[in-house]
C-alpha cells in the first residue's frame, strides 16, 4: 500500500481520524514545527514562499532541519519552484551540503522534479538515500510521474508525488508505481479522508488479488 502524508494541521478531529487510517505527516519548514506524535517527513518551505512572493528562507528550513531532519522519513531538499533546470542545480547544492552532517546520517533526500527537468539530469543524483519527489504543475505532474517513478526505482530509491487531493489521482499515482503521496485536503477537511484512503486500499487490494490469481 501507498504511504499517504498529510499536510500538518493542529485540527484534533482531523488528527484523530488521520492517525486511525495510518496516515503520516508533511510537516513544512515554514509552518508549525510539530509532528504532533505522528511519523513525518520534511517538506523544504519553498511551495509556501512561492506563493506568497518570498525568497526561499533558509533560515526558516535550517532551523526546521535541525529540530526534524534526523528524525523525520525524508527531506524535500530546497528547490526554486518552476526553476526547471535551475532548481536542480540549486537542490545538488543543497544535497551536497547535508549529506555529509553527522545529525543527519544515514538520511534520505528528495529531489523535487519539475517543468523543466528530464530524466537524464536527475539519474546521476539518484540512488538509495536519494529520492524523487514530483513536483510541477498538475497537467505535467500527471504526464511524467510514471516515468520519474521508473527511474526512481531503477536507481533503487523511492519516487513520492506531492498535492493529490482526490481519489482519482491516488489511483493513478498506484497505477504509476509511486510509493507515497501527500495532500492537503484531508488536513482542512476531516470529510475528504474516506474517500482518498479508500481509493488507495482498494487499489492495493486490486493488485493483491491481481497477483494471486496469476
Known amino acids: 500500500m501507498m504511504l499517504a502524508y498529510a499536510s500538518r494541521t493542529g485540527t484534533r478531529r482531523n488528527l484523530d481520524a488521520l492517525r486511525a487510517a495510518g496516515w503520516r505527516l508533511m510537516v513544512s519548514a515554514?509552518?508549525?514545527l510539530r509532528t504532533e506524535g505522528f511519523r513525518y517527513a520534511l517538506d523544504n518551505g519553498a511551495w509556501t514562499s512561492f506563493q506568497r512572493n518570498e525568497p526561499f528562507d533558509e533560515v526558516a528550513f535550517e532551523g526546521a532541519v535541525a529540530l526534524l531532519g534526523p528524525g523525520a522519513d525524508w527531506i524535500v531538499l530546497p528547490d526554486i519552484v518552476m526553476g526547471g533546470l535551475a532548481s536542480l542545480r540549486f537542490s545538488q547544492k543543497?544535497?551536497?551540503?547535508?549529506?555529509?552532517?553527522?545529525a543527519l546520517a544515514g538520511q534520505t533526500f528528495m529531489i523535487a522534479v519539475q517543468n523543466?527537468?528530464?530524466?537524464?539530469?536527475?539519474?546521476p543524483l539518484l540512488g538509495p538515500r536519494v529520492g524523487?519527489?514530483?513536483g510541477g504543475d498538475t497537467s505535467w505532474k500527471l504526464a511524467t510521474m510514471g516515468r520519474w517513478a521508473r527511474?526512481?526505482?531503477?536507481?533503487?530509491?523511492?519516487?513520492?508525488?506531492?498535492?493529490?487531493?482526490?481519489?482519482?489521482?491516488?489511483?493513478?499515482?498506484?497505477?504509476t508505481g509511486a510509493?507515497?503521496?501527500?495532500?492537503?485536503?484531508?488536513s482542512r477537511f476531516a470529510a475528504a479522508?474516506?474517500?482518498?484512503?479508500?481509493?488507495?486500499r482498494q487499489t492495493d487490494i486490486e493488485n493483491w488479488l491481481a497477483r494471486?490469481?496469476?
Request: charged fraction near 30%.
Open 30 to 32: 515554514r509552518g508549525v
Open 94 to 102: 543543497w544535497l551536497e551540503r547535508l549529506r555529509h552532517r553527522r
Open 116 to 123: 523543466g527537468m528530464n530524466p537524464d539530469a536527475v539519474r
Open 132 to 134: 524523487v519527489f514530483v
Open 151 to 175: 527511474l526512481a526505482h531503477a536507481r533503487g530509491s523511492i519516487c513520492h508525488v506531492g498535492r493529490v487531493n482526490s481519489a482519482r489521482r491516488v489511483r493513478l499515482c498506484m497505477a
Open 179 to 186: 510509493d507515497s503521496f501527500d495532500g492537503s485536503g484531508v
Open 193 to 200: 479522508l474516506p474517500s482518498v484512503d479508500r481509493a488507495r
Open 212 to 214: 494471486r490469481i496469476a
